[in-house]
């Protein structure tokens, strides 16, 4: 998959995409990758449908950010800078969910009710 990009503030997120549908790629994400795994790249993880995810860092040396979405890709909630070896319960149900390098938030201005696309 190419580019995805930030419809509301006009800015790309990144220009590759990294798809994560099976329950095994799931589990294992940015689990024993470098960091270069998140360069202009960001793993996207769909659901069946809608729920609370929760996301730990256990194996990812490095700091990113992590963008959850709606069925209808609106950010309902951002992780930003979340840390190597922690966990995060999200707060709101989401459909897809994004782990990009850290600062692709700030970078991007994105917020709570932008709409992504892919």
């Not at 220009?15 to 996207?44: E, H, Y």
């Not at 950010?75 to 600062?103: D, G, H, N, Q």
Request: proline share 2%; glycine share 4%; hydrophobic share 40%.
């Amino acid at each position: 998959m190419t580019k995805i990009y930030n419809k509301t503030r006009k800015s790309k997120i990144a220009g590759n995409i990294r798809l994560c549908r099976s329950a095994s790629s799931k589990a294992r994400g940015l689990m024993f990758r470098g960091k270069s795994a998140v360069k202009d790249t960001v793993f996207l993880f769909e659901f069946d449908h809608a729920s609370r995810q929760s996301l730990h860092m256990f194996f990812v040396w490095y700091p990113i950010d992590v963008l959850f979405l709606d069925e209808n890709k609106r950010v309902v909630e951002l992780k930003s800078r979340f840390l190597p070896f922690t966990i995060y319960s999200a707060k709101e149900k989401a459909k897809y969910i994004i782990e990009a390098e850290a600062s692709t938030i700030k970078r991007t201005r994105t917020s709570k009710g932008d709409v992504l696309a892919w």
